[in-house]
T-cell receptor
Framework: NAGVMQNPRHLVRRRGQEARLRCSPM?????VYWYRQLPEEGLKFMVY????????ESGMPKERFSAEFPKEGPSILRIQQVVRGDSAAYFC????????????????FGPGTRLLVL | QKEVEQDPGPLSVPEGAIVSLNCTYS??????FMWYRQYSRKGPELLMY????GNKEDGRFTAQVDKSSKYISLFIRDSQPSDSATYLC?????????????FGTGTSLTVIP
């Protein structure tokens, strides 16, 4: 997990508020995945971004959720009008493109943000 | 049918035992097979990966892929208490082009001293 930063580590919100989750990828990494992890359900893909570009958002709910990865600064996952069902651990993973056998070097997960919606 | 199936456990073994963790999958396009280890309250860390089929060994860990049966395994020899964690299998058709990774739900392992 070295190098991928996520903040905050814990976030408590009341229903209807907005949640902003930040992910700073490893230095030199220009690709970011966001995942959601619920107990008993494993990691679920949400969105894949390159800098200034959303590549694949097929795993993200159509409403209330958005993600960005600007040219400068961290990637942000934004959840508007949170509901209790949004409570989960949200992980980002960063990687840089490459070809096997360097795959082992290419993807690192952050420590996650645990969102609790009251 | 789910893309990935993994027995959630929990699995509890004595120190020194051989541990076998397994996953099945349904997508024939998967070419990359990975195992992640996740300690409590931490992010997953890549443990091993295999491209296509066959076996791969790294210290006490051995990963096996049987594409004909769509079945992968992770073996841990001489298990240690520090191996206590949740183990996630993951699959991808082409991770370096940004395709999705598909994860199992994870198997919780406890190694008892």
């Amino acid at each position: 997990n070295a190098g991928v930063m996520q903040n905050p580590r814990h976030l408590v919100r009341r229903r209807g508020q907005e949640a902003r989750l930040r992910c700073s990828p490893m230095k030199g990494h220009s690709h970011v995945y966001w995942y959601r992890q619920l107990p008993e359900e494993g990691l679920k893909f949400m969105v894949y971004l390159q800098k200034e570009n959303i590549i694949d958002e097929s795993g993200m709910p159509k409403e209330r959720f958005s993600a960005e990865f600007p040219k400068e600064g961290p990637s942000i996952l934004r959840i508007q009008q949170v509901v209790r069902g949004d409570s989960a651990a949200y992980f980002c993973a960063s990687f840089t493109s490459g070809r096997a056998p360097v795959l082992q070097e290419t993807q690192y997960f952050g420590p996650g943000t645990r969102l609790l919606v009251l | 049918q789910k893309e990935v199936e993994q027995d959630p456990g929990p699995l509890s073994v004595p120190e020194g035992a051989i541990v076998s963790l397994n996953c099945t999958y349904s997508n024939s396009a998967f070419q990359y097979f990975m195992w992640y280890r996740q300690y409590s309250r931490k992010g997953p860390e890549l443990l091993m990966y295999t491209y296509s089929s066959g076996n791969k060994e790294d210290g006490r860990f051995t990963a096996q892929v049987d594409k004909s049966s769509k079945y992968i395994s992770l073996f841990i020899r001489d298990s240690q208490p520090s191996d206590s964690a949740t183990y996630l299998c993951a699959f991808s058709s082409s991770p370096n082009t940004g395709n999705q990774f598909y994860f199992g739900t994870g198997t919780s392992l406890t190694v008892i001293p």
